[in-house]
Nanobody, 113 residues
Framework: QVPVVDSGGGLVQPGGSLTLSCATS????????MSWYRQAPGKERELVAG????????DYADSVKGRFTISRDNAKKTVTLQMTNLKPEDTGVYYC??????WGQGTQVTVSS
């Protein structure tokens, strides 16, 4: 299994912004689909955003479209989730997922006044 390190979570007020990062490894990184999921207490884990290897295909949950942007740097083997106009409903643990298979440890995002 490849290592996956999620980071960037924290506390933010509604309307604020936060950027999450995911660092991984593997020679195949540039071909791997990468994604972010989140899980709130009492709710199922859900896909938030996904990106294909060449950054030409994207997936976003309806609830985050227009507010979140996923991107990647294949040279650095990193994926970023830029979150803006955050809402309390965005609160949860965010997980990076590598190649549709390997999970990061998760990073907590809390949106609250």
């Amino acid at each position: 299994q490849v290592p996956v390190v999620d980071s960037g979570g924290g506390l933010v007020q509604p309307g604020g912004s936060l950027t999450l990062s995911c660092a991984t490894s593997g020679f195949g990184f540039s071909t791997w689909y990468m994604s972010w999921y989140r899980q709130a207490p009492g709710k199922e884990r859900e896909l938030v955003a996904g990106i294909n290897g060449a950054s030409v295909s994207f997936d976003y949950a309806d609830s985050v479209k227009g507010r979140f942007t996923i991107s990647r740097d294949n040279a650095k083997k990193t994926v970023t989730l830029q979150m803006t106009n955050l809402k309390p409903e965005d609160t949860g643990v965010y997980y990076c997922k590598v190649n549709r298979r390997v999970w990061g440890q998760g990073t907590q995002v809390t949106v609250s006044s």
